[in-house]
């Protein structure tokens, strides 16, 4: 099974944004999907998800935009108003954890105050 692919990461500003993409080579992304992030020295946590309708930690509410391309197998978070307890590598895959594949190399999100 191949890893999703992360990208968009950056340094950024409190109240900065940034779009965070995913690309899963070779597979669709029909089934319910999601955004995970781990913070230096935490677990890993779901953040947000989209199947039908969308997900969100209370956290990110109003914030973060989870999003997804199914014709290009992409999944997208748009992240705006970025705070520094946002700071995290963040991580794609399915929902489910019967269905996710091996995790990726996560994309970074520094936020500074």
């Known amino acids: 099974q191949v890893p999703p692919i992360e990208s968009g990461g950056g340094s950024v500003q409190t109240g900065g944004s940034l779009r965070l993409s995913c690309r899963f080579p070779?597979?669709?992304?029909?089934?319910?999907m999601s955004w995970f992030r781990q913070a230096p020295g935490k677990e890993r946590e779901e953040v947000a998800s989209?199947?039908?309708?969308?997900w969100y930690i209370e956290a990110v509410k109003d914030r973060f935009t989870i999003s997804k391309d199914e014709a290009k197998h992409l999944l997208y978070l748009e992240m705006n108003d970025l705070k520094p307890e946002d700071t995290a590598v963040y991580y794609c895959?399915?929902?489910?954890?019967?269905?996710?594949?091996?995790w990726g190399q996560g994309t970074r999100v520094a936020v500074s105050s």
């Open positions: 070779g597979r669709p992304v029909d089934n319910r």
């Open positions: 895959n399915f929902e489910e954890s019967w269905r996710r594949v091996p």
């Open positions: 989209i199947g039908s309708g969308t």
